[in-house]
């Protein structure tokens, strides 16, 4: 089927080389770094996790929310997910690729990932969680393209299959548990250390992954001849709104434990986010956004009109991406950092060619996607948009 992909009008090669050209710009600001060192990024001592990390927390979310739609499909039979769960599935894959990516860049030298299988140490959240991604996403692998291969054929998929699928949800869950737990077992990080982390994680996956998926599939029905079906968006836009609303709960509670506490190990990150602290303050305006954001994404998505009308549907799913990447993404990880054990704000800005690596990775999952999202479609359309 990989054949598919090698056709297509001028629009789709024009993106594939726009692509492509980020990611070379992407790979050159890489030698650089592979060359120089992680000196070239803005992380140090007090900041050791920076932008790759908290770009690899947020895409993990992305990944393991392809659950919400292989779950109901598969487990619960619910047919109006037959055409958007190879969507999903394929999501999945692009996601989980990039965190990959972020993980060996971040690294500094990628020859550093042998450690891991040279000397394993169960004992380690880190060994699960190369365990549990790469797991993934050979499990999503095998599922999608076994499954599309055998609706291309017109028959049922092998049924070595199906326990595949069935292992691939809890699976999902274990892989943003695992990254929580690399948060929440740091004692010494306050903002981290706290017991909903994991929930928080996986309610924030579930709203930002099929707010996302919601996205591509209106493009999919815009730019190609299948429709993943208006039933199923309006299923997943009601998964958004209940997981965006309690992840802006659980954000909600970090602020009651804190303050009501009036510990000030729990206290001090909250407040370097949203107005600064001993002066200052540079995500302060990122977190405000977020909060703007995910006001405007809960106002459009609880109103019954502006949740079933396209344009404002869209809007809503932007906000509501744009905003947990803002809190997951940018926010959750370098907050944890500051103070610093000595009292200190030392605060993280990353600098222009980490910027590029990290853009040129995003670029290297839209080029993934984009090639998978271009055989799915094709067989889709010859299959005349048949459910799996």
């Known amino acids: 089927m990989l054949e598919r992909a090698l056709y297509g009008d ?22 650089i770094q592979l060359n120089k060192g992680l000196t070239i990024t803005g992380m140090g ?15 993990v979310g992305v990944a393991a929310s392809a659950v919400m739609v292989v779950l109901p499909y598969y487990l619960h039979n619910v047919k109006v997910f037959g055409r958007i769960t190879i969507l999903g599935e394929f999501l999945a894959i692009a996601a989980v690729t990039m965190c990959l990516l972020f993980i060996i860049v971040d690294l500094g030298k990628p020859m550093r990932l042998l450690n891991v299988l040279l000397y394993p140490t169960p004992n380690s959240i880190l060994f699960w969680d190369m365990v549990s991604l790469n797991g993934y996403l050979f499990l999503n692998i095998f599922i999608g393209w076994n499954v599309l291969e055998a609706e291309r054929k017109g028959v049922h998929y092998p049924s070595w299959v199906k326990p595949l699928i069935y292992i691939s949800i809890p699976w999902a869950v274990s892989i943003h548990t695992v990254t929580a737990f690399l948060y929440a077992g740091l004692p010494a990080r306050h903002y981290w250390l706290t017991a909903i982390m994991a929930a928080r994680f996986l309610a924030s996956a579930f709203c930002s992954g099929p707010a996302l998926l919601i996205l ?62 001993e ?41 509501t991406f744009l905003s947990m990447w803002l809190e997951k993404g940018m926010g959750l990880v370098i907050a944890g950092f500051i103070p610093n054990p000595l009292e200190q704000v030392r605060e993280y800005s990353p600098t222009i060619p980490e910027l590029t690596i990290a853009l040129g990775v995003w670029a290297t999952g839209a080029l993934i996607l984009t090639i998978l999202y271009k055989i799915a479609t094709s067989v889709k359309e010859e299959v005349g948009d048949a459910s799996h």
Not at 229 to 254: M, W
Not at 260 to 269: A, Q
Not at 289 to 298: K, T
Request: net charge positive; glycine share 8%.
């Open 45 to 59: 001592r007090d900041v050791s996790w920076g932008f790759y990390i908290a770009q690899f927390t947020f895409l």
């Open 216 to 277: 591509l599939a209106y493009l999919v029905k815009k730019y190609t001849k299948f429709d993943p079906g208006q039933e199923a968006i309006d299923k997943l836009t009601n998964i958004v709104t209940y997981a965006l609303l309690i992840s802006v709960f659980f954000v909600g509670l970090e602020f009651f434990t804190a303050f009501y506490s009036n510990i000030p190990g729990h206290m001090h990150s909250l407040v370097y986010l949203f107005v600064g602290l």
């Open 279 to 319: 002066g200052h303050g540079k995500l302060v305006p990122f977190m405000w956004l977020f909060a703007i954001l995910a006001v405007i994404a809960l106002v459009l998505l609880l109103n019954p009109k502006t949740r079933s009308r396209e344009k404002t549907l869209k809007i809503a799913c932007l906000c």
């Open 10 to 31: 001028q629009r789709y090669f024009r993106w594939l080389l726009g692509l492509l050209v980020v990611i070379g710009m992407g790979f050159g600001a890489y030698m």
